[in-house]
């Protein structure tokens, strides 16, 4: 009500003060006929409130009594009724102090007089009264009404939304006098019980109640430090813990590692023996945290989740807390889902037995939610149960999610509703009882409902996985256009989502586990696309999901060579301000997040579509432009395995589209049986592997049809460039065998090299390197490498300049402080080790790296553990992690001349090239050469020495190496002597007494390097 009013009102009450009579009162109504209404019987309510809390209790009744018979008048009996319920369970509430045992059965009493409009009584009752009394007096109204508010919060009765509204208003009055600076323990306990009022709040938008939870909470460690409060302190942990697992805004994996670091934080406050219950209570929480953990290892993931619910049940009995009990029984069966360590059958039947433990607790009507939820947990084990009959299992799947809507309703629970229904979209899909044409119905009826309500903006995640769902329903229908539709629905939510997460420590692995959870979405992409004869589209889609992490940082790092300086100056600003905008919906500190993310969803459109406009890469890859880039003489080679299929795609300028294959014309099972014979005999067998070594490989020419896959390509192309995928990367595929004693060398004589990705190809083409004159070298850092020594000495005569670190010298510290920027050619002749458990952590090892004895504790970071028994100090070795740290920004070529400094992580599923190449590629160099396997350090020598040989005659780098492999497969005893001489190679004494006694039985004619486990280990990799 405006000013004027308001002070009519009061010249109202007043008159009526001053009658002796009924009568007066009467006149004095009937003179003010415009005023009586509402608004006039709120601020008589209000006005007897202030004369009672004068004392002047008479004076008080008058004003009450009379807004009561005014507003019986006036029809407006239910508001005043709520206004004086108000007043009157304020009273009680203060002279109670606050007493639960009294103020509960009268609220009970009372439950539809606490709705909306009793927040908004409240709200203006209490602002009006405080401003007419003094601050002793004002105190007590707004401990008052801060202790209701708390009382109405743990209400178990009544409209749950509405009693938080309730909450939330008499919370915020409250602390308008009861500050920090005045009160601050108070205040921060209210500051408390509002984080979880924002936190469990119905009304308004979910995002941002937990923001303002979380500044709620963070207000309240302003006071409660763990020093001085030290329980209300791990209070405030385990709350932010949970606040940020449920957390939208933001990154996912980052906020479940922000859970778990205040749930630990919790945890040295709440011990076993000092808060047994609420430390049972933090190792639950705890325990879903880690079930959900986007970073580690997921199996370890799962067991640390295991080890929490399992501690807590040694507190949550079933005799002691029935509830809570099934509560981590419903969590523990959820574990034991998704398990990876043990039996498959042996945890689905776990799982089951705790689900079933839970409904024991659980009933319909008095935990209807849990109940519901356990019965949907219910449905997805039987769904993938492996014990009893397929048929049975799915029926009692759909059972238990058919139970489950019971309860989620689309108006009451709607995402739960929605996302059942696309749990019963996946085992109508998959259902063997009934008609199949009319399962597949349903479940594409089911999927189509979930989205109506599972929508893009308000569930990215939920959206795509219902999308992905549909899609396999429409292809497994032939319905491809809309399978298509629906992948490249699912397709675009996960790209957003990948957009998301910042560039940081840690943040490429969370990129890596989101492109492992969706690389069969893109599969599948690629199959529709091909039955839709869209073979462009198709092998785009390849692209798209390869190397994405790889491409993003490189082309970060080369923009200032990449695009022009004010396309770099955009791109910076565009990156700044994401970068900032993430921080502020990271840490909370948006004061508008919505609007924030929509900007940032803008953002990040206007710095892709700048990027696309030079350079059409990552989502926004499009194979024309680079088609049209390549050389008339060049050729490309791209495989794509998905799960029943290898995908061969040829591409050359000649053809508008990409050639591809029969997908049928490779045996996959074949290939992988193969590939597994291959690596079981090179890791336990490598005498046995390396004598079969040929055989195996004219094996693999066949299972590949290799010549039927160099066939289509036009004669023209003298230059093949391979693009391998997954385990392919660690095969010689340039020297496979063709028809008639001919090889790829023999059929391009331009050179036969590799790239992790056309994408790659693009980046590394725009790196201009013409110089070749500096030379960096690490040369035996380990001094037990013979013919190291002869290889650098030689090679080194080569450049103009060169900076060798020798033996003692070649040390991790040495390449820490030495300048690599102006370096033309990096060469690394030493040991090398590919760590295949945990790739980043393949090094090339160094001088004063191995100790003499393990460490006391284990240390995998830190520490590395050699087959022969010795140990690596990590930080003394130059590992992947550290490579990535380098600047190598006018480097033409790398060289490992090392042992699997080609090999990369071929068991991760995110189609992501993460190996020592990947590193070098990343700092700059254009070319990287490295080898696929333990190298002969004799052979390897020649090798080198002949290649760099090659390159000062001006050829490139691959044609350099396959000549150099071509020259020594084909070099006899007496030519390598000659050989020798011609180039005068530094051979010390007994450097030469050992080569006679390896040669010595040979004839001259003899080829002593003739296998290709001499020269076939080395690729280039690049330009």
């Known amino acids: 009500m405006d000013e004027q009013r308001q002070e009519a009102y009061l010249n109202l009450i007043n008159a009526l003060l001053s009658c002796a009579s009924n009568q007066e009162i009467n006149r004095v109504f009937d003179a003010n006929q415009d005023l009586i209404d509402a608004g006039l019987v709120q601020i008589m309510v209000h006005m007897g409130g202030v004369f009672k809390d004068k004392g002047n209790n008479d004076t008080a009744d008058f004003f009450i009594n009379l807004a009561l018979q005014l507003d019986n008048a006036l029809g407006l009996s239910s508001s005043s009724l709520q206004l004086n319920f108000l007043l009157q369970v304020l009273r ?16 009970q009493k009372n439950l539809d007089k606490l709705n909306d409009n009793f927040a908004q009584l409240l709200h203006n009752w209490v602002t009006a009264t405080l401003k007419e009394v003094k601050l002793e007096q004002a105190l007590r109204i707004a401990s008052t009404t801060s202790i209701l508010s708390t009382l109405i919060q743990r209400l178990p009765w009544g409209n749950r939304a509405s009693n938080l509204e309730i909450t939330i208003t008499g919370y915020e009055i409250a602390t308008t006098v009861i500050t920090q600076q005045a009160f601050p323990e108070q205040w921060a ?17 979910r995002i941002k109640n937990l923001e303002i939870a979380i500044r709620y909470y963070l207000a309240a ?52 023996h000092a808060f047994p219950e609420k430390w049972a209570d933090t190792q639950n929480d ?32 079933y005799e002691t807390f029935p509830k809570l009990c099934a509560d981590t029984k419903n969590n523990l069966g959820n574990v034991y889902l998704y398990r990876i360590s043990g039996e498959r059958a042996e945890n689905l039947e776990e799982a089951i037995k705790n689900y079933i433990a839970a409904l024991e607790v659980y009933n319909v009507e008095a935990f209807s939610s849990e109940w519901a939820t356990t019965q949907n947990n219910l449905g997805t084990a039987y769904f993938y149960r492996i014990w009893g009959k397929k048929a049975e299992n799915i029926e009692a799947s759909i059972g238990h999610y058919v139970t489950a809507l019971k309860f989620y309703t689309h108006n009451s629970s709607p995402e739960r509703w929605a996302t059942t229904k696309n749990y019963l979209s996946i085992a109508y899909r998959e259902r063997i009882w009934g008609q199949k044409t009319r399962n597949l119905t349903t479940a594409i009826e089911y999927s189509l409902s979930a989205l109506s309500v599972l929508s893009y903006e308000a569930f990215p995640q939920n959206h795509a996985i219902t999308q992905f769902n549909l899609g396999v329903t429409y292809q497994k229908t032939k319905q491809l256009l809309n399978a298509y539709k629906a992948f490249d629905a699912a397709i675009n939510a996960v790209e957003s989502l990948r957009t998301e997460i910042a560039y940081g420590s840690g943040i490429e692995e969370d990129k890596q586990k989101l492109a492992e959870k969706w690389n069969e979405l893109y599969q599948r992409m690629v199959k529709v696309c091909l039955e839709l004869d869209n073979l462009t589209e198709a092998i785009e889609y390849v692209e798209r999901s390869k190397t994405r992490n790889l491409v993003e940082l490189i082309l970060s790092r080369d923009r200032h060579t990449i695009f022009p300086p004010e396309v770099v100056v955009q791109l910076d600003r565009l990156r700044d301000e994401i970068a900032s905008g993430q921080y502020e919906l990271q840490n909370a500190t948006a004061e508008d997040p919505t609007a924030l993310a929509q900007h940032l969803q803008q953002l990040r459109q206007q710095r892709n579509e700048l990027q696309d406009k030079y350079l059409p890469i990552g989502s926004g890859f499009q194979f024309e432009p680079f088609r049209s880039s390549l050389s008339a003489r060049t050729a490309i080679v791209e495989f794509y395995i998905t799960t029943d299929k290898l995908l061969v795609f040829i591409i050359t300028q000649q053809t508008q589209q990409p050639i591809v294959l029969s997908p049928d014309l490779v045996d996959l099972n074949k290939l992988e049986n193969w590939a597994n014979s291959y690596l079981k005999a090179y890791n336990n067998q490598k005498s046995h592997w390396q004598r079969r070594l040929t055989t195996r490989l004219n094996l693999l020419a066949k299972i590949l049809h290799l010549d039927e896959i160099i066939e289509p390509i036009p004669t023209e192309c003298d230059r093949l460039i391979l693009i391998p995928h997954r385990y392919l990367h660690l095969l010689p595929l340039h020297a496979l065998p063709l028809a008639g004693d001919s090889s790829l060398f023999d059929r391009f004589p ?27 070298a690490v040369q035996n850092p380990t001094s037990d490498l013979s013919y190291t020594d002869i290889e650098i000495e030689t090679i080194q005569s080569y450049f103009n300049t060169s900076n060798l670190l020798k033996q003692k010298r070649a040390t991790k510290e040495a390449i820490d402080d030495t300048s690599l920027t102006s370096v033309h050619c990096a060469h690394f002749s030493c040991h090398g080790y590919f760590n295949a458990t945990q790739p980043r952590k393949s090094a090339l090892i160094l001088a004063n790296a191995e100790l003499n004895a393990a460490p006391t504790q284990p240390d995998t970071e830190n520490y590395l553990s050699l087959g022969k028994g010795g140990v690596l100090n990590l930080n003394k070795c130059l590992t992947l992690d550290s490579i990535f740290t380098l600047n190598l920004e006018q480097c033409r070529l790398v060289t490992l001349s090392a042992c699997e400094t080609g090999l990369i992580d071929f068991r991760n599923t995110s189609d992501e090239y993460i190996g020592l190449p990947s590193g070098f590629l990343y700092t700059g160099a254009a070319s990287v050469v490295s080898s696929l396997w333990t190298v002969n350090d004799l052979s390897t020598a020649f090798l080198m020495i002949r290649f760099y040989q090659n390159l000062q005659d001006g050829l490139a780098v691959a044609l350099a190496l396959n000549q150099a492999q071509m020259w020594l497969k084909d070099l006899s005893k007496g030519d390598l002597e000659t050989w020798i001489e011609e180039n005068q190679l530094p051979l010390k004494p007994a450097v030469k007494m050992g080569l006679r006694r390896r040669l010595y039985q040979l004839e001259d004619d003899a080829k002593p390097f003739q296998d290709p486990f001499h020269w076939a280990a080395f690729c280039a990799i690049g330009q």
């Open 286 to 317: 705890m325990g879903i945290a880690y079930r959900e953990r986007v970073r580690g290892e997921r199996a370890e993931n799962l067991e640390t989740a295991l080890s929490c619910f399992k501690a807590a049940l040694e507190i949550r009995t």
């Open 189 to 205: 306990e209210i500051q408390n019980n509002l984080g979880i009022a924002y936190q469990e709040r119905i009304r308004g938008e």
């Open 92 to 107: 009680v509430t203060e002279e109670s102090k606050g007493n639960q045992e009294i103020i509960y059965p009268i609220l």
């Open 221 to 272: 460690l302003q006071v409660f430090t763990r020093q001085t409060f030290p329980e209300k302190w791990a209070e405030i942990q385990n709350n932010l813990g949970s606040t940020y697992f449920y957390r939208l805004f933001g990154e996912r994996a980052e906020n479940l590692e922000m859970a778990i670091k205040y749930y630990l934080a919790a945890l040295q406050v709440r011990t076993y």
């Open 750 to 776: 331009g050179g036969v090299s590799y790239a992790p990705s056309c994408q790659l190809l693009q980046l590394a083409q725009t790196r201009k390197r013409p110089k070749f004159t500096h030379l960096f």
